[in-house]
């Protein structure tokens, strides 16, 4: 059983910075993919950033050049670094994992709350 562990959300003001953490249970090189997405109120769950095994990253426009993703194969964890938030970042972030073999997992979620 897969478990995807989030940390890290909270309350910032709008240009500040979070770091969110997800920790994975077991060995996250046997994911084909590691990702963040987010859901705002009333809105459809989206792409925030992605990272291949292999370590090339994809981001949402909406985040290009303000969020940064990251994996670390020792600890089992895949990171999150925002900066230059926006009340439009509100949302809960959810942790993913996606492994070809098996699909796709997900953390629990964690509250990003920017206020202007």
């Known amino acids: 059983q897969v478990q995807l562990v989030e940390s890290g959300g909270g309350l910032v003001q709008a240009g500040g910075s979070l770091r969110l953490s997800c920790a994975a249970s077991g060995s996250i090189s046997r994911f084909n993919t590691m990702g963040w997405y987010r859901q705002a109120q009333g809105k459809q769950r989206e792409l925030v950033a992605i990272?291949?095994?292999?370590?090339?990253?994809n981001y949402a426009d909406s985040v290009k050049g303000r969020f940064t993703i990251s994996r670390d194969n020792a600890n089992d964890t895949v990171d999150l670094q925002m900066s230059s938030l926006k009340p439009e970042d509100t949302a809960v972030y959810y942790c993913?994992?996606?492994?070809?073999?098996?699909?796709?997992?997900w953390g629990q979620g964690t509250q990003v709350t920017v206020s202007s």
């Open positions: 990272i291949s095994n292999g370590g090339s990253t």
């Open positions: 993913n994992a996606f492994r070809l073999l098996s699909g796709t997992y």
